[in-house]
C-alpha cells in the first residue's frame, strides 16, 4: 500500500507541476469526500504538460452545493461531519490525483501516506463512469466507499472488481432495456445507434445492439462509435462529424440513438441543426435533461427527441437556500463563483438569485442528496444514534460503514432507497419528452412516463396518441396498431388508427380497450368518445358570402342587359350580338350565375352535386352562340364570289347552335346517368369533411376538352376577323373573352385537382363565375354602352359610313366591286 502511494503521489506531482485542484474544504471529525466536474474540459493534448481546465458548467457547481447543504442537514450528536471536494473536470487523470489526496487526508500530492483510519471514510462521485471506474479500483485498496450520482456502466455492477462501489442512479443495463422497449412502443422497425469511445458509451451501444439482435423485428441499420477526442473539435472530429451527419441522411432509420456524454450530443444536435437533419432522437441519461442542449436556439430544426433520465424530485428547501445565496455559507467552490464565474452580473442582486436558481435540476442533484442520506443512515446505523446521543465514537474503519451502507433500507420524503447486491438501487426510469414551441427558441422537457424496474412502460394514452401521430414513420408503416389503437382499413399507416377510450397506456395490455365509432374520437384525456364536427362551406361563411354576392350582381346584370337589349331588338347594336340569339346567350349565362348557389352548403343529395355537368351545357350553349355571331360576321363581310354555297350554309345560327349544343348535352347527361357526382364523407381525426366526389375523371375531362376546344375555335376565328370592318368590334372583344376563359381554367384546372377540404367547392364556384363575367363584360357589355350612351353609333348610317371609310382607306370601292 505505501509504495503504491508513493509511486501515485510521484507520478501525479510530477504530471501537474505545481497546479492545484479547486477544492472545498470544511473539517470534522468525519470526512466526507466529493468528486465533482465542476469544468467540462481540459487543456489535454498529445504532448506533456500541465493541465488546465475549461468550460465552467454551473449546474456541476450547484449540485456540489447540494453536497455541502445536505451534509449539513445530518445531525449526529457530538459529531461533526465534514467535506472535502474536488473539480476533477472530468478527466481520469486529475480524478485519480484528487482521489489519492482525499485518502492522504491534507490536498498535498507530497505526502506519501495512506493511513488506514484516515478521517475521509466515504466518497460521493464522480459523475461520468470511466472516471467512476479509475477513482473506484483506487478507493477500494482502503476499503472506502464510493456512491456515483450518475455514472450507469454496468460494468461497475460487477463486486468482484468494484467491491466498494454502490450508486443512486440505475444501471445501463437496465436503461438499455427501457430504450429497446420504447423502440418497440412507438413500432420503429429501424434504428441507428451513435456511441461514444469511452466506458459509458462502449457498454451502451453494445448491449443495445445484443439487445436488438435479440428481437428479429427490429434492425440496426448502423452503429458508430465516436473517437475519444471527439469533443476537442478538431478537423478529425469535423471530418468525423461531417461523416455521421451523411449517413444519417441517406438512411432510412426512424429513430437515432445517442448514447453518449452531453458534451459529444451537443456537437451533434448542433450541426444536426445547421444542417437541418430533421430525424427523431433517443436520448440516453447523460444528455436527455441537458438545459444547455435544450435551450439551444432551434433545436425544433433536429426533430423530436424522447430521453430517459432518472426519477426527478426536488431537493427539500435547496431553492430557498440558493435565494438566500446559500445563508452566509463560505466555501471556495462557492467563492470561486462569486469572483470568476459569475451568471447574470448586469441584472439586479434579485434577478441574479433567481436567474442562479433556474439551473437548479431536479435529478442528478436529488440524487446527490440521496447519497448524502445514505451516509447519514450508515453513520446512524453503525455508531448506533438517536436524536441525543450516539453509543459509539467516530473511530471506526471504512469497512465497517461500507458495510452499513449496503444494507439501508430507509425513505427518503417518498422514495425507497435500497442497494441489491451489486450496489445497484432499486429504482426506474422517467421517460421524457422535448417540447418545441413555435414562439420560444428552445424546447422544454416533460415527463410522459416511467420505466420500472420490471420492464414495463408506461405512457398516459392521451399523450401516447399525440406523440404516435408526430413520430410513427412512413419508411415501414406497420399493419399492426400498438396496443390502443385499431387499423382501420387495409394500406392505411399506424397513425390513422382509431385512438381508445383508456386510462393509461401499457404495451401488450390492451383488453379494457373501448373502441370510438368511426363518426367519434376520443377526448384529450380519453376519458369519453366526442362527435366528430362536420365541415362543409356553409352560407354564412365569408367566402360564401362573397360568392353569394358576385353571383347575385350577375343575375341582375344579365337581367338588365336582356330588358335592353329586348327594347332595342330591331337596332344594329343588337343584331351585332346576334340579334334574338343574344337571349339564349343571355340565358346560358343567368344559368351558369345560378348555378353557383349549388356549390354551397352540405350536400346531401345527388341534385346538390349537378353543379358541374350543367355548367358544361349551359357554357357550351353560350359559346355556340357565340360561335354563330363569328360566323355571322365573318360571311357578312367577305365579298369572296368564289367561296362554296355548303360555307355559306353554316350562317344558320340555331341550327349550329343546336348542333354544338348538343354534343355536349349527350356528354353531360350521360354522365348524370352513368356515374355522376355524389355526396361524399370524408373523415378526418375530429372532423368529416362534406363534399361532392367526382369519380368519373373522364367524363369530367371530356366536358372540358370540349368546351375548351370550342373556346379555341372561337378565339382563332375571331382573331383572323379582328381586321374586318366592324363598328362594334365584335371580333376583337369575343377574343378577348375566349383568352381570359381559356387562361381561367388553365389555371383552375391543376389548383382544383391538387385541393383539398371545404374551400375545394368555392373555387369551383369562382372558375364558374369568372368565366361568365368574362363573357358578359367582354362581348355583351360594350353594346349596352353604344345603346345607353352612344346612340349615333346605333344607327344603320353610322355601320354604312364606317364601311365605306374603312374601304377608302384600302383604296377599294364597294360599288365598284359590285359592278
Not at 181 to 187: A, G, M, N, Q, Y
Request: charged fraction near 20%; include cysteine.
Amino acid at each position: 500500500m505505501f509504495l503504491m502511494g508513493l509511486f501515485f503521489m510521484s507520478v501525479f506531482h510530477s504530471s501537474f507541476g505545481e497546479n492545484s485542484l479547486l477544492h472545498a474544504y470544511y473539517h470534522g471529525d468525519i470526512i466526507i469526500g466529493g468528486l465533482f466536474p465542476i469544468h467540462l474540459k481540459t487543456n489535454r493534448t498529445n504532448t506533456s504538460g500541465p493541465l488546465s481546465c475549461s468550460d465552467y458548467d454551473v449546474q456541476m457547481f450547484l449540485r456540489s452545493q447540494v453536497m455541502i447543504y445536505a451534509i449539513r442537514e445530518i445531525k449526529l450528536p457530538n459529531i461533526t461531519i465534514g467535506y472535502d471536494i474536488y473539480d476533477t473536470c472530468g478527466d481520469v487523470s486529475l480524478a485519480v490525483r484528487a482521489t489519492l489526496e482525499l485518502l492522504n487526508n491534507q490536498s498535498d500530492p507530497q505526502s506519501c501516506l495512506l493511513p488506514s483510519e484516515a478521517q475521509m471514510k466515504v466518497v460521493i462521485g464522480e459523475r461520468y463512469s470511466e472516471v467512476s471506474i479509475a477513482v473506484a479500483r483506487i478507493v477500494a485498496l482502503s476499503s472506502v466507499a464510493q456512491i456515483s450520482y450518475a455514472s450507469t456502466s454496468k460494468f461497475l455492477s460487477d463486486r468482484f472488481k468494484f467491491p466498494t462501489f454502490l450508486r443512486t442512479v440505475p444501471s445501463d443495463k437496465y436503461q438499455t432495456r427501457g430504450i429497446v422497449e420504447l423502440v418497440k412502443t412507438f413500432l420503429w422497425q429501424t434504428v441507428i445507434i451513435v456511441g461514444s469511445d469511452d466506458e459509458y458509451g462502449l457498454f451502451g451501444s453494445d448491449s443495445l445492439e445484443d439487445t436488438f439482435s435479440q428481437d428479429t423485428n427490429i434492425c440496426v441499420e448502423f452503429v458508430q462509435i465516436l473517437s475519444a477526442d471527439f469533443m476537442t473539435n478538431n478537423s478529425q472530429t469535423q471530418t468525423e462529424l461531417t461523416e455521421l451527419l451523411e449517413k444519417i441522411k441517406n438512411s432510412s432509420a426512424e429513430a437515432i440513438i445517442l448514447f453518449t456524454k452531453d458534451t459529444n450530443a451537443e456537437i451533434i444536435l448542433e450541426a444536426a441543426i445547421r444542417h437541418k437533419v430533421n430525424r427523431t432522437w433517443i436520448a440516453s441519461d447523460a444528455w436527455s435533461s441537458s438545459p444547455k442542449i435544450s435551450a439551444m436556439p432551434d433545436i425544433k430544426l433536429a426533430g423530436e427527441v424522447f430521453g430517459f433520465i432518472f426519477k426527478q424530485k426536488e431537493v427539500p428547501g435547496f431553492k430557498d437556500h440558493v435565494m438566500s445565496m446559500f445563508n452566509g455559507t463560505e466555501n471556495a467552490l462557492l467563492k470561486d463563483y462569486l469572483t470568476q464565474n459569475p451568471l447574470c452580473s448586469n441584472q439586479s442582486v434579485e434577478g441574479r438569485k433567481k436567474c442562479l436558481a433556474s439551473y437548479i435540476d431536479q435529478d442528478e442533484s436529488y440524487r446527490i442528496y440521496l447519497a448524502v442520506q445514505v451516509i447519514g443512515e450508515g453513520l446512524r446505523r453503525l455508531l448506533k444514534c438517536d436524536t441525543h446521543q450516539c453509543e459509539h465514537s467516530s473511530k471506526f474503519t471504512a469497512s465497517e460503514l461500507l458495510s452499513e451502507i449496503q444494507r439501508v433500507n430507509f425513505n427518503v420524503n417518498t422514495t425507497h432507497v435500497s442497494f441489491n447486491s451489486d450496489g445497484d438501487p432499486r429504482m426506474g426510469y422517467d421517460i421524457v419528452y422535448w417540447i418545441k414551441s413555435e414562439f420560444k427558441q428552445g424546447a422544454k422537457i416533460e415527463t410522459i412516463g416511467e420505466y420500472s424496474p420490471d420492464g414495463k412502460i408506461t405512457v398516459p394514452l392521451y399523450l401516447f396518441k399525440n406523440l404516435i401521430n408526430d413520430t410513427v414513420s412512413a419508411y415501414n408503416c406497420s399493419k399492426t396498431c400498438a396496443a390502443g389503437y385499431e387499423f382501420q382499413s387495409e394500406g392505411k399507416c399506424c397513425r390513422s388508427c382509431v385512438a381508445c377510450v383508456i386510462g393509461e397506456f401499457s404495451p401488450g395490455n390492451s383488453s379494457d380497450c373501448k373502441p370510438c365509432s368511426e363518426r367519434q374520437y376520443s377526448s384529450e384525456r380519453l376519458d369519453q368518445c366526442l362527435n366528430k364536427t362536420d365541415e362543409f362551406l356553409p352560407w354564412l361563411d365569408p367566402f360564401s358570402i362573397i360568392l353569394c354576392s358576385l353571383a347575385a350582381t350577375g343575375i341582375i346584370i344579365t337581367v338588365v342587359f336582356a330588358v335592353l337589349f329586348a327594347i332595342n331588338l330591331g337596332t344594329p347594336a343588337v343584331k351585332a350580338v346576334g340579334g334574338y340569339m343574344c337571349f339564349l346567350e343571355l340565358l346560358s349565362l343567368l344559368a351558369g350565375f345560378c348555378l353557383t348557389f349549388t356549390f354551397l352548403d352540405r350536400p346531401t343529395q345527388n341534385l346538390n352535386c349537378v353543379g358541374v355537368p350543367l355548367f358544361g351545357i349551359v357554357f357550351t350553349l353560350c359559346i355556340s352562340c357565340i360561335l354563330a355571331n363569328l360566323f355571322q360576321i365573318l360571311l357578312g363581310f367577305n365579298f369572296d364570289l368564289t367561296i362554296g354555297p355548303w360555307i355559306k350554309k353554316l350562317n344558320q345560327p340555331l341550327v349550329l347552335v343546336t348542333v354544338v349544343s348538343g354534343i355536349q348535352v349527350a356528354v353531360s347527361v350521360s354522365w348524370l346517368i352513368v356515374n355522376p357526382p355524389t355526396p361524399q364523407e370524408t373523415q378526418g381525426g375530429t372532423t368529416i369533411l362534406h363534399q361532392c366526389e367526382m369519380t368519373s375523371f373522364g367524363y369530367f375531362s371530356a366536358m372540358l376538352v370540349y368546351n375548351g376546344c370550342l373556346a379555341l375555335i372561337c378565339f382563332l376565328l375571331a382573331f383572323k376577323g379582328r381586321r374586318l370592318p366592324d363598328l362594334y368590334k365584335n371580333a376583337s372583344l369575343i377574343t378577348i373573352s375566349m383568352l381570359l376563359f381559356m387562361v381561367m381554367w388553365i389555371i383552375f384546372l391543376p389548383l382544383y385537382l391538387t385541393m383539398s377540404g371545404k374551400y375545394k367547392p368555392a373555387v369551383e364556384g369562382a372558375a364558374i363565375l369568372t368565366s361568365c363575367f368574362s363573357i358578359l363584360f367582354s362581348h355583351l357589355a360594350p353594346k349596352c354602352f353604344i345603346i345607353l350612351f352612344r346612340k349615333e353609333l346605333n344607327q344603320e348610317s353610322a355601320i354604312t359610313e364606317y364601311i365605306r371609310k374603312h374601304y377608302e382607306r384600302k383604296g377599294i370601292s364597294v360599288i365598284g366591286t359590285q359592278h
